[in-house]
């Protein structure tokens, strides 16, 4: 009796162990996938499946939602999307570039015709033209490629796949399953995804959402890691192969964005925004044919045409006004070499510069205008270089001072620092507090400094630069 009463207290105790090891969430998952399971059998007896596209999209679930081939599906697919843009913006952008400095030349030949100030021409071509044409020629092929592709992806019904797989991670982080969908929003535009956050009806996780997005690269960061990748991270690779590694090095931002917006999340659903993640069951809708040409052109108008009229709107004010400050002089420095000077030991420490902190002040109205700014101020007539040969304008960088680690750590910066101005003002409008748009400008620049301080440090302690 004494035998038996003590293997059955340790069978108890064993299934107890056991018990307490399966969480509310396996069971959770387990009980709707047997409803699924029950319900598919039943409608298997009623009705015939072998050639319904509810069949075919059921197969293709299998693989796209799969635990093996699932993430490796969204990574190909994701390089697969980097690769097209970066290879079909190139000639592109060279024919935009070569077609303003054409204009520019006849212009510059009108003031001087006219006998406009050289003030006023500054002002109005090395300025306000120059600063234009660089975000048009810059940001306008990648965007009329990435929208579009994108666009067919989602109304293809994969988006819903992405946010099915991203889901455990997100739940394992506090957050909910819903914020990749507003994650793969922020690709496209910071701004636009914080009003997509409206899609998550929990308050707490929806401001987990807000406070992260961030951390995901914008369209108008996309030229700043697409120029410097192509600049100093695939020296030695040309052509397809130098593309190839662009892509290669794209996608590792990405997922070093990925993980940033996990680990805050999960840091913040542990202390400021504690609590529980609320569940969802998300029915995937079957794979549909996407309508190829209403697709691209309702991209094109609505994304991509919107975004580079905003940029172009923040990017004009900021183009006169920056070649204002590196034109205008107190004693023999202009204030922008003031500014810079200020700034250049807080930037040295982080492997950058105080050029290239001052150009992520000015452009806080709009990422899209970093690069131009830091090219301004480093020309020391303050104007614009002409951007028909990159090997010129990598040429200006060295001339600075630029290593590797210069280039990678404003990759940095720029993939985890503060949003934009448009996306600050969402950000009140949606919260409608003070505290949590300051905390949404805090948390990503602390971060943004911290990683590009240790990123500096240790490739110095090591000597490799």
């Known amino acids: 009796m004494v035998s038996q009463s003590v293997l059955n207290h340790s069978s108890l105790k064993e299934i107890l162990a056991e018990v307490k090891e399966v969480s509310n969430e396996d069971i959770r998952d387990e009980i709707v996938s047997d409803i699924y399971a029950k319900s598919k059998s039943l409608c298997k007896k009623v009705v015939s499946q072998q050639h319904t596209a509810l069949y075919r999209s059921d197969k293709l679930d299998e693989i796209f939602t799969s635990r093996i081939w ?103 982080a506090g957050g909910h399953g819903k914020q990749s969908l507003t994650m793969a929003m922020g690709f496209g535009c910071n701004a636009a995804a914080i009003l997509s956050t409206r899609i998550i009806e929990s308050p707490r996780e929806r401001m987990l959402a807000i406070l992260t997005n961030n ?84 991209a094109s108008i609505d994304k991509a045409w919107n975004v580079l009229k905003r940029a172009v709107i923040v990017a004009a004010p900021a183009s006169i006004m920056t070649w204002i400050f590196a034109n205008i002089y107190i004693g023999n420095t202009s204030i922008l070499m003031h500014f810079v000077n200020f700034l250049d030991p807080f930037g040295q420490a982080l492997g950058m510069d105080g050029f290239i902190m001052a150009a992520f002040i000015l452009g806080l109205p709009a990422n899209e205008i970093v690069i131009p700014i830091l090219i301004m101020a480093y020309l020391s007539q303050g104007a614009m270089l002409e951007i028909e040969d ?14 590797w680690l210069t280039a990678l750590n404003m990759m940095l910066f720029s993939l985890l620092h503060f949003p934009c101005g448009t996306t600050l003002v969402n950000i009140y409008k949606e919260t409608k507090s003070p505290k949590w748009t300051f905390m949404s400008f805090l948390i990503p620049t602390a971060i943004a400094i911290g990683v590009t301080w240790l990123t500096a440090t240790i490739v110095r302690a090591f000597g490799w630069v």
Request: hydrophobic letters at 55%; aromatic letters at 14%; glycine letters at 8%.
């Open 390 to 403: 990159l090997s010129k304008l990598k040429q200006v960088f060295i001339d600075q001072g630029w290593t």
């Open 215 to 298: 951390f995901v690269p914008c369209n108008g960061r996309w030229p700043t890691l697409i120029l410097l990748a192509s600049l100093f991270m695939v020296t030695g690779f040309t052509g397809a192969a130098g593309t190839f590694m662009t892509a290669a090095i794209l996608i590792g931002f990405v997922l070093l964005g990925v993980v940033v917006t996990l680990t805050v999340s999960w840091a913040l659903s542990k202390t400021a925004l504690k609590g529980v993640p609320t569940h969802y069951t998300l029915e995937l809708p079957p794979f549909r044919r996407p309508k190829f040409w209403n697709t691209i052109l309702r």
């Open 70 to 172: 699932g993430f490796p599906i969204m990574l190909l697919m994701l390089g697969t999307i980097f690769y097209i843009t970066i290879a079909g913006a190139n000639i592109p952008s060279d024919m935009l570039a070569s077609l303003f400095g054409y204009l520019e030349s006849k212009l510059t030949y009108l003031f001087e015709a006219i006998h406009a100030p050289e003030w006023l021409h500054g002002v109005l071509v090395l300025g306000l033209f120059r600063g234009t044409g660089w975000v048009i020629s810059v940001m306008l092929p990648p965007m009329a490629i990435f929208f579009p592709i994108f666009a067919l992806l989602e109304n293809y019904g994969y988006l819903p796949r992405v946010a099915f797989n991203m889901d455990r991670l997100f739940k394992r």
